[in-house]
Antibody
Framework: EVQLVESGGGLVQPGRSLKLSCAASGFTFSDYNMAWVRQAPTKGLEWVASISYGGSNTHYGDSVKGRFTISRDNAKSTLYLQMDSLRSEDTATYYC????????????WGQGVMVTVSS | DVQMTQSPYNLAASPGESVSINCKASKSISKYLAWYQQKPGKANKLLIYDGSTLQSGIPSRFSGSGSGTDFTLTIRSLEPEDFGLYYCQQHNEYPPTFGGGTKLELK
């Protein structure tokens, strides 16, 4: 059974950093691209970043480009999101999601982790 | 970026009824649209991809149609577990973009 379990969320002050993790199991992690998608309170879903299966290619949404870094450790089957220079508008639930190969849609999602940026 | 617009925003129905949710893209996305169900405390569930292909394990009462810019998710004979939020997402080009969501509520 595919499982994606996020961790590392919490309350952080504006301008500070936070690192999210996503532990994957139930599939060969190194065979799949991975992504982060977020959802601000009472808002819709917003794609944040994606990383290729080997980690060499990354893509970012305009709202986080230059501040967030997606990475992975295939030996640990873990996906990361380093979030720097956090802003109040980054407050959201962050989901780890698995794109189906090159299909561009997300066939598995984690349950999400909440990040609150506030002083 | 491709803008995705869903309608209606809210939808109230009773078990056994059929409902349709619409999704409109700001430009042609060919057939490349996905639908997801979101429920509190559960992982988002992929229902349909490529506009009309049912994801493995999803009941056949869910169906998708459309191409180009206009798409529809239809749920026939609603079951109690079908109530929740539904999102469309275009997977034709980067960045992937989502509709604003439709809340399907019990009447």
């Amino acid at each position: 059974e595919v499982q994606l379990v996020e961790s590392g969320g919490g309350l952080v002050q504006p301008g500070r950093s936070l690192k999210l993790s996503c532990a994957a199991s139930g599939f060969t992690f190194s065979d799949y691209n991975m992504a982060w998608v977020r959802q601000a309170p009472t808002k819709g879903l917003e794609w944040v970043a994606s990383i290729s299966y080997g980690g060499s290619n990354t893509h970012y949404g305009d709202s986080v480009k230059g501040r967030f870094t997606i990475s992975r450790d295939n030996a640990k089957s873990t996906l990361y999101l380093q979030m720097d220079s956090l802003r109040s508008e980054d407050t959201a639930t962050y989901y780890c999601a698995r794109p189906y190969y090159s299909g561009g849609y997300f066939d598995y999602w984690g349950q999400g982790v909440m990040v609150t940026v506030s002083s | 970026d491709v803008q995705m617009t869903q309608s209606p925003y809210n939808l109230a129905a009773s078990p056994g009824e059929s409902v349709s949710i619409n999704c409109k893209a700001s430009k042609s996305i060919s057939k490349y649209l996905a639908w997801y169900q979101q429920k509190p405390g559960k992982a988002n569930k992929l229902l349909i991809y490529d506009g009309s292909t049912l994801q493995s394990g999803i009941p056949s009462r869910f169906s998708g149609s459309g191409s180009g810019t206009d798409f529809t998710l239809t749920i026939r004979s609603l079951e109690p577990e079908d109530f929740g939020l539904y999102y469309c997402q275009q997977h034709n080009e980067y960045p992937p973009t989502f509709g604003g969501g439709t809340k399907l509520e019990l009447k």
